[in-house]
């Protein structure tokens, strides 16, 4: 067992990391959709420009589906904005 560190967070392995389509709700890219080898869990840089604090997601074990039957895993920002 790994103990826990003050400060730390979680990573998944790599074949833990499936390819996954994100709904964005929240932030600066709010309603936009995203695709990537991402695990529930872990944070992602959904941008498409120069990497920003606000573009960072967390993704959720939350799932919806769309009116053509894609599940999407629900991402919301990662930090904070003002």
Do not use: H
């Amino acid at each position: 067992m790994i103990p826990e560190v003050k400060g730390s967070y979680r990573t998944s392995a790599r074949y833990e990391m499936d390819d996954r389509r994100l709904l964005l709700r929240g932030g600066d890219l709010d309603g936009r959709t995203w695709l990537g080898s991402v695990a529930v869990g872990n944070r992602v840089f959904c941008g498409s420009g120069p990497w920003t604090p606000t573009e960072i997601y967390a993704v959720t074990a939350e799932v919806v589906v769309d009116d053509e039957g894609r599940s999407y895993n629900v991402a919301v920002p990662a930090f904070a904005s003002s």
